[in-house]
């Protein structure tokens, strides 16, 4: 007897709404906290309706101190308690940074395994919605360069809810990013109830013998569309990846599709030094370099802030840029 699986069309937001009312039913010890988290439904309206139906015990209005929204979660995580913190914006987790990287990440190393913190912070990030520069920060790589935390950034609606459940349930911290330019920008099949998305995996989007794309993101889309154009135009067919954990990145899918392309374009929106691009091709270097038939391109932010809106389509990748790359490595 065959079964059919419910769903439902949800944007990125409305999935990780969903993803959040599951666990708060299924398990009491979740907790969502931040700023107008609970009255207000939060700055994008991903926590809307939440305190109604679960009571302000659960889902917490919080003064403005992001420093004070991680550390309590951390205390909360220690006890018992599974902590999902909100940051308003990333550029907004500076405060937080010292209490997420000098604690969070250590208390399992640092009590020998006796405790760990089983919290997600959520924060949207990114640029693309007009924002001003702070809001449309691009950090991940502060957070890649520590172990102890994962960091976590899917592309699509089913995605979303299946990895915002599964880092509830992970025993660690993890940074669940959050593109503000994905939230509303498409719908898609969503299963009702609970099922997860394995951190660490990445997915592939296409299938083709000539490059390998990697992106997260809001970039996704972008080289999904540069894909189509260069197979319409060129007849060059490009194996998309989205990554969809940034640390621990999924080497055994990097070295797969490298070894079976040759070629190889990095794109996000993060600035180029420091990139999480960097150790995309440290892993292609050190797993496939003898595969490679040219060299490793990367396609990303500047090193300068993000811009003021008139200039923030000049800042992103875009399908031209990705298109030129690919064309790049293809001819070399």
């Known amino acids: 007897m065959s079964t059919t699986t419910k769903t439902n069309k949800l ?31 939060g700055v994008f309206r991903a926590t809307e309706g939440l305190q109604e139906e679960f009571g302000e015990d659960r889902v917490i209005d919080t003064p403005l101190s992001e420093a004070g929204i991680a550390g309590t979660s951390i205390g909360m995580a220690i006890n018992g308690m599974r902590p999902i913190a909100e940051m308003q914006f990333l550029g907004f987790i500076y405060p937080a940074y010292e209490q997420i990287m000098t604690h969070a990440s250590r208390i399992r190393m640092r009590t020998m395994g006796r405790f760990s913190v089983p919290m997600v912070i959520r924060a949207p990030y990114g640029a693309g919605i007009r924002a001003p520069e702070i809001h449309s920060d691009s950090v991940e790589t502060l957070f890649t360069h520590m172990p102890g935390i994962k960091v976590v950034c899917p592309s699509s609606p089913y995605d979303a809810k299946g990895l915002l459940i599964a880092s509830i349930e992970d025993p660690d911290p993890v940074l669940f990013m959050e593109s503000m330019r994905c939230y509303r920008s498409t719908r898609e099949d969503v299963p009702e109830g609970k099922y997860t998305v394995e951190i660490g995996k990445a997915k592939r989007l296409s299938e083709g013998e000539d490059v390998s794309i990697f992106a997260w993101g809001a970039m996704v889309p972008v080289v999904q569309s540069a894909a189509a154009d260069m197979e319409k135009e060129l007849g060059i067919t490009c194996d998309v990846i989205d990554l969809r954990t940034l ?86």
């Open 11 to 41: 944007t990125l937001v409305q999935a990780v709404t969903d993803a959040m009312r599951v666990m708060l039913k299924e398990n009491e010890e979740v907790v969502v906290l931040g700023e107008d988290v609970g009255k207000n439904g």
């Open 247 to 332: 640390y621990p990145l999924d080497k055994d899918m990097i070295a797969e599709t490298v070894q079976k392309t040759g070629r190889a374009v990095i794109v996000h929106e993060a600035h180029a030094t420091g990139g999480v691009s960097n150790d995309v091709a440290s892993i292609i270097n050190d797993t496939s370099f003898l595969h490679m038939r040219a060299p490793i391109e990367r396609v990303t932010g500047p090193d300068v802030p993000v811009p003021f809106f008139a200039l923030e389509e000049h800042y992103l990748p875009s399908p031209e840029r990705v298109k030129k790359a690919i064309k790049k490595v293809v001819e070399f």
